[in-house]
DNA sequence: GTCTATAAACAGATAGAC
DNA sequence: GTCTATCTGTTTATAGAC
């Protein structure tokens, strides 16, 4: 892997584990096996190594999440397969995680792609939500762009739930709670 | 109010404003308008009055949600005044967003106030649900303890997303999807 | 209790040799 | 392209005067 490879994938992997203001340029040095000369003769700086490795991690968690909604079976199948894969839940997501960056938040080119992650996200499963209700697999009286964000934000806050318990449980709990809710457990009455 | 009130409301601020790390002790002194030796004649450091701030924090917020919880009408009601209350929603949750703070998670004194707030919010909304189910008011098949931990997820999601978009739209379309899965949207089939 | 002085280590670069 | 040197400011304190 060339030395740009390598500062930006160890900008990945510190992104997510101590967000923008935890991590110094000579963390990603080291990480990377680089030294300041190669870094700074690669990238401008600090916020143009992150917007690097924000885009590059914002992509593949986009082409990751189209896997599972594009998959055969009914809608609730492909949530459920998207909610209930395979996923580092203690690490938290290295998108969700750079809202809570001050710095990432107040620079617009840096928010760009996590805004964009999560409006792509929210549309493919009001899609796919919508594609249910339509075939009578969920309920008529769905409304699929709020349940979309509903879907989303139980993934997001289940990280934070797990994160505080140091435990995948209440992530677990979140998402069984949530695919209940809309399979209709809630019909009988 | 005192120099240590002050500091310990200053610390309270930049931790949600900007979590721990991004949180300097002359940053706190500044807002408080205190001076380094004040600072370190009231708190043994950043850790101790970091500490003093969450456990604070903590409490209000736990305080805040009781409000809700034992306020009469039915576990629909309270689960949607609760969701629905003011809420400075771009800030984000001022407890949450320390679970991204790899210090704060990192030292089990820190980290404890925010597990227990969670702990006892998923289980006074169980409490809720459990009470709802049994009056009638929710459906019989509902799953309390897993869907309290949706509904704090939904809460802890919103504010993700809401700060990712830096619009409070998609909190709002989280909370009103997840209100509508209880309310039995999907019972029309 | 509060203030100023001092300090070792780190943050985030820039400059120029190789 | 990579390396070392240098630099300004910040972080997180400690020491001691007032």
């Known amino acids: 892997m060339s030395t740009s490879e ?4 160890s900008t990945r ?6 967000g923008y203001v935890g991590t110094s340029p000579k963390a990603i040095q080291q990480r990377a096996g680089a030294g300041q000369g190669s870094m700074y003769h690669h990238f401008a700086g600090k916020p143009d190594l992150a917007l690097a ?10 082409a990751r999440a189209e896997e599972q909604f594009s998959a055969p079976g009914t809608a609730l199948e492909r949530i459920s397969a998207y909610l209930q894969r395979e996923r580092d839940v203690l690490k938290g997501c290295p998108v969700g995680r750079l809202t809570q ?12 792609p996590v805004d964009d992650t999560f409006i792509r996200l929210r549309g493919r499963i009001a899609e796919v939500l919508a594609e249910g209700r339509d075939r009578g697999e969920l309920a008529a009286g769905l409304d699929p762009v709020a349940t979309a964000s509903t879907v989303v934000a139980v ?15 209440p992530f677990q709990q979140a998402v069984t709670g949530v695919l209940g809710l809309l399979a ?3 019909t009988a009455r």
Chains 1, 2 share one sequence.
């Not at 390598?6 to 994938?9: G, V």
């Open 53 to 62: 490795a924000i885009r590059r991690t914002a992509e593949e968690m986009r």
């Open 101 to 112: 960056d001050p710095e990432v938040m107040a620079d617009e080119a840096l928010r760009a």
């Open 155 to 169: 993934l997001q806050g289940g990280y934070v739930l797990a994160r505080a318990a140091q435990s995948t449980e």
């Open 6 to 9: 390598r500062l930006i994938e």
């Open 13 to 18: 992997e510190l992104l997510w584990e101590r």
């Open 184 to 186: 209709g457990h809630a």
